[in-house]
Each structure stands twice: as structure tokens, then as C-alpha cells.
């Protein structure tokens, strides 16, 4: 497993159901062991994303620039250390992951 997770470069993606789950499960739990600890190791940065099914609409003026403006309906979220490549600016980045169920996170911890 170890081997997958260097060929990925440490990069895991977790998707986070709604019951909030997943963290209880052993082989996720060495995936982010691996892409936040084993990957110092071996000199790589590693890149951890949450996505979740979430029904919303994502609408984005742009920040003042036309040609960036978002208004669409999505079925998904995820939340992407560094921003996901379609956000343009960390300002869409923290729009976009606004949307993210907050209540998923905590039952994932057992804090809700």
C-alpha cells in the first residue's frame, strides 16, 4: 500500500459521506497518516482534498472581472489544500468551499 501511496506521490483524495464515516476506517486513516507524515520522508508535498456530495449553486461575480464570473448548479464540494485549479483567486476559493457541510466534519470527529 505504502508503494501505491509513492507512485500517487502522497496525494489522497478523501470523500466524506454523510454519516461522516470514513475517518472510522483503518485504510483511510494510513492514507492521510501517509500523505501529511510517511511523504516528509521521502521529500514530496503530498496534497490532501475532502469532497463530499452536496447539492448548491455556486454563483461568483467574477471579483469585478467578467470573464471569471460562475453561476452554476453543483452536486459536489471539496475543500483542496492550495485551492482546486479552477479557482482563480483565493477569494473563489473561500467562496466555493463555504458551501462545504460543516456538520459532515464534525460527525467525522465525533464532535457533533
Request: with cysteine; proline share 2%.
Amino acid at each position: 500500500f505504502k508503494k501505491a501511496m509513492e507512485v500517487a506521490c502522497f496525494r489522497t483524495i478523501s470523500i466524506l459521506d454523510s454519516e461522516g464515516i470514513v475517518f472510522s476506517r483503518l485504510w483511510c486513516m494510513y492514507e492521510l497518516y501517509a500523505t501529511l507524515i510517511l511523504r516528509k520522508n521521502e521529500s514530496v508535498s503530498g496534497l490532501w482534498a475532502v469532497y463530499t456530495s452536496h447539492q448548491h449553486k455556486f454563483t461568483w461575480d467574477g471579483d469585478g472581472d467578467v470573464y471569471s464570473r460562475v453561476d452554476r448548479d453543483c452536486v459536489a464540494v471539496g475543500i483542496i489544500q492550495g485551492g482546486a485549479p479552477c479557482d482563480i483567486y483565493s477569494k473563489r476559493t473561500r467562496a466555493r468551499e463555504s458551501f462545504f457541510p460543516l456538520e459532515r466534519i464534525l460527525k467525522s470527529q465525533n464532535i457533533a
